[in-house]
């Protein structure tokens, strides 16, 4: 057995270079993956950043602890808070009598000649920071600022804008840039006075002495050593960077397995289909069905080891490459880099080695099955290419996606707008549609060719004649763009129409005319500027503001519900929410409006919650509202949402206003805060765009391993296929038929098979999408399908190349007239 694996492995040498690339470039794309999943798994321990140099930082309370119950015993959770609690001004003076105390304000600043996101803080607690000055003077008056190095000169004048409004500025002093934040920093007095909140205290004295003074004072942290990391500027984000990461290369790996399998199974399938006189002759000499069985599995296993470890070491590389354009598509944080691990290459190798052996598994037994008589048979045409237990494990698996998608559809529809299902749904269609492909080939190959049988001469009828006779070779071809149109149809057309829906239920809740937001990377618009707003004649505004609400599931669990402070009336004045029980006019600051996502949520019950603050309340449930895209969350009066800032104004006109006119003064309210007054269709559009960066980038790198995948797939497929037709392809030669003639028959048949998997994989995503379309209106979403016709459009037209290029060049290199000696 051992000399007819290696002598197979010797002569059929070309009809196993599809397999090995399919596989090799399956387990580099597991092994990258794992690589940098790994690398997310140990973030680098970061000390404190902003208050390096401070001894002991007093700061109020950011994170909310409850206890739950786990089985028999009790835990306690930690949520960030929405608002997280200033410094008692009374302790403040109490701790200065310890020892010097400087307090820390951090407010937003905007400029055009700063970075976006830049915050103002107090000179005085430079001392603390790593902030030293290297050109000119710390500012000692209004109207002075020290910026960092680049942004500007000393002595240049520059507008800020504040929540005290749009002011020019005088810069006095410059520091060196931080990666941490974009700091401005002002005189004490003038800080104080657009800031009064003390976010922040560094104390000089003894932490044992500061801990015995703030004891008692509720809502207060005493931070020492490593600890003081938590008074950073979101010291959270690496956290958050990193799950994004890991759930985008979880996906990722999970698709790669998926394609990995799918196409190295086709492709074995075709290579052992290819064989079928070989393993007659076989049959003839006397080889059982066993040996034939392990010969196929001794081949793919040689095929597995050597493609593996290729794979591995081009994972190696691909790797850090990978993390590269993650950090510069702004999905990881700038110092996520792979580093050295054992474990993903054993796996991704021993993943590879099991996908190859699984992959040939139902080919190894169709090869068992091949008659002696395979030997004698010369026709082209494929028989009995669909076996009975493939019939029944595809119809099995078409019906099980379908019921599952109609389940879902009936029972949880806001299941289907999740990432995570409207990924890993298809996978199961096109499973199904891939088993059954060799029974779909002949009537799709039939419907689409008609037209090139229309076109002049034989090359479109050849084309027809020989997709519909080699079923297997079509199937084969057929299954890497049946993939690729599949994922990019549906997980393009899911991300934009859920995109979509958002911004259309949200104009959908709004009767206002116009909507003013804050300036973006602000806090919000300032006490002064929304009064302006509510002044403008002929305006009825309902300012409301960003918070969030605690309450626990059950007794295991605490959930954070993003929440708006509202005043009640003016909300039902222009508000126009999804309200299916109870009335948002009722609300009020013993009251709060829920979703019916909530447990219980039952207008009039009591639930218990914990507000943005961390204030504990009891609130009685006044209305609830429909589920609707996952958007729809709380309510609650601005008395329950303490720290909260005014991030929107929805405005409608008054009877008899005019339009330009209040468009007019709305814009001159909010122009000195630099605040924008948008359209309820701009403003939906912009806080709900079609999909985001980093998830456009995240389904991107999604879909490019699928498509590169299957490019390679459909080329090593290809180029097997057409060298197994030179005897075909001469034979039309000798028939009289020109070089050009048989090369464009090949291409019109290349072009025709990768039209039957674009068609299969364009029915899969059309099921998926349908399935979309069908939750958002059960959920009562006006929507309408977002199908990416150009993404879809370009994947198939790059299959296309891809295919005729990898068909004719190896039909044009055997047919090309040969020089021979003359005698």
């Known amino acids: 057995m051992l000399t007819m694996t290696l002598g197979g492995l010797r002569t059929r040498w070309t009809t196993l270079v599809g397999t090995f690339v399919a596989l090799a470039l399956g387990v580099a794309l597991i092994a990258t993956m794992c690589l ?15 208050f390096a140099a401070a001894p002991v930082v007093v700061r109020g309370a950011d994170t909310l602890t409850v206890p739950v119950r786990r089985g028999p015993a009790t835990e306690k959770v930690t949520a960030p808070l929405a608002h997280p609690r200033p410094v008692p001004p009374e302790l403040v003076a109490r701790l200065g009598r ?66 005290e409004g749009r002011r020019t500025r005088v810069v006095v002093g410059l520091v060196p840039r931080s990666a941490f934040e974009s700091a401005v920093f002002f005189s004490d007095a003038e800080a104080a006075r657009i800031s009064p909140r003390i976010d922040a205290l ?50 990722a790996a999970g698709v790669t397995g998926f394609v990995s399998v799918f196409v190295v199974a086709s492709t074995f399938a075709f290579a052992v289909a290819q064989r079928r006189r070989e393993f007659g002759l076989l049959r003839m000499a006397g080889a059982t069905p066993g040996q034939l069985r392990r010969v196929v599995f001794a081949e793919a296993a040689a095929v597995g080891v050597l493609a593996s470890a290729a794979g591995c070491a081009l994972g190696t590389w691909g790797a850090p490459w990978l993390a590269r354009r993650l950090v510069e598509g702004g999905v990881a944080p700038d110092w996520f880099t792979v580093e050295d691990h054992f474990w993903p290459l054993p796996v991704a190798f ?91 080939v002949r009537p799709v190959v039939r419907a689409l060719g008609g037209l090139p049988a229309r076109l002049p ?44 829906a958002k911004a259309a239920e949200l104009r959908a809740q709004t009767r206002a005319d116009f909507v003013v937001t804050a300036r973006e990377g602000s806090e919000g618009l300032s006490a002064g500027a929304a009064r302006r707003v509510a002044d403008v004649p002929g305006a009825l505004a309902s300012p409301s503001g960003g918070t969030a609400v605690f309450a626990r599931d059950g007794e295991s669990a605490l959930v954070r519900s993003a929440a708006r402070a509202v005043d009640p009336a003016r909300l039902a004045a222009v508000g126009r929410l999804p309200v299916v029980a ?53 309510y609650v009066t601005w008395r329950n949402a303490r720290g909260a800032a005014v991030d929107r104004i929805e405005v ?114 059309g099921v998926q999408l349908l399935g979309l379309w069908g939750a958002l209106a059960r959920l009562s979403v006006p929507a309408s399908l977002a199908v990416p016709w150009a993404s879809v459009g370009a994947a198939a037209a790059a299959c296309a190349l891809l295919a005729v290029v990898s068909s004719v060049l190896p039909a044009w290199c055997a047919l090309r007239p040969r020089l021979t000696p003359r005698g």
């Open 36 to 50: 940098a999943l790994a690398s997310t798994l140990d973030a680098p321990e970061r000390g404190p950043e902003r």
């Open 98 to 163: 310890l020892g010097p105390a400087a307090p820390d304000r951090t407010f937003p600043v905007g400029s055009g000649a700063l970075p976006r996101g830049s915050v103002g803080h107090p000179w005085s607690a430079a001392a603390f920071t790593p902030y030293r000055l290297t050109a000119g003077r710390a500012p000692d008056r209004a109207g002075e600022i020290v910026v960092a190095s680049g942004a500007a000169e000393v002595g240049d004048r520059i507008g800020v804008t504040t929540a």
């Open 202 to 251: 560094v104390v000089r004295a003894p932490a044992a002495k500061v801990r015995a003074a703030v004891a008692g004072t509720p809502g207060v942290r005493v931070l020492t050593g490593a600890e003081r990391r938590r008074a950073d500027p979101d010291p959270d984000r690496d956290d958050r960077a990193l799950l994004t990461v890991n759930a985008l290369l979880g996906t």
């Open 350 to 440: 021993w993943t590879g080695l099991l996908v190859a052996l699984a992959g040939v598994w139902a080919a190894a037994v169709r090869a068992g099955r091949v008659e002696p008589a395979e030997a004698l048979r010369e026709a082209a045409v494929d028989r009995g290419t669909m076996p009975l237990p493939r019939r029944l494990l595809g119809g099995g698996l078409l019906l099980a996606g379908v019921a599952m998608l109609g389940w879902t559809l009936v029972d949880d529809p806001g299941e289907l707008l999740k990432r995570k299902t409207y990924t890993t749904g298809p996978m199961v269609l096109i499973t199904a549609v891939g088993l059954l492909a060799p029974l779909l």
């Open 457 to 500: 001469g034989a090359a479109g009828t050849l084309a027809r004649e020989g997709a519909s006779a080699g079923v297997r070779r079509t199937a084969s071809v057929a299954a890497p763009v049946l993939i690729t149109v599949a994922l990019t149809g549906s997980l393009l057309g899911a991300a934009a129409t859920v995109s979509q």
């Open 582 to 634: 109870g009335a948002v006019r009722d609300l009020d600051d013993r009251g709060i409006v829920v979703n019916e996502e909530w447990e219980r949520p039952t207008v009039g019950r009591r639930v218990t919650v914990w507000l943005g603050d961390g204030r504990k309340a009891r609130l009685r449930i006044v209305a609830v509202l429909r589920t609707g895209t996952g958007d729809n969350g709380a």
């Open 652 to 765: 409608r006109l008054r009877p008899g206003a005019d339009e330009a006119a209040v468009a007019k003064g709305l814009r001159a309210a909010v122009r000195s805060e630099g605040g924008r007054v948008l359209t309820p269709a701009a403003w939906a559009e912009a806080v709900h765009p079609r999909t985001s960066p980093q998830t456009r980038l995240g389904l991107l790198v999604v879909v490019g391993i699928a498509l590169v995948y299957a490019g390679i797939a459909l080329a090593g497929t290809l180029v097997m296929a057409t060298s197994d037709r030179i005897p075909e392809l001469t034979a039309l030669r000798l028939a009289g038929a020109t070089r050009a003639q048989v090369l464009g028959a090949v291409a019109a048949e290349a072009v025709l098979t990768v039209a039957v998997g674009v068609l299969l994989g364009a029915a899969v995503a």
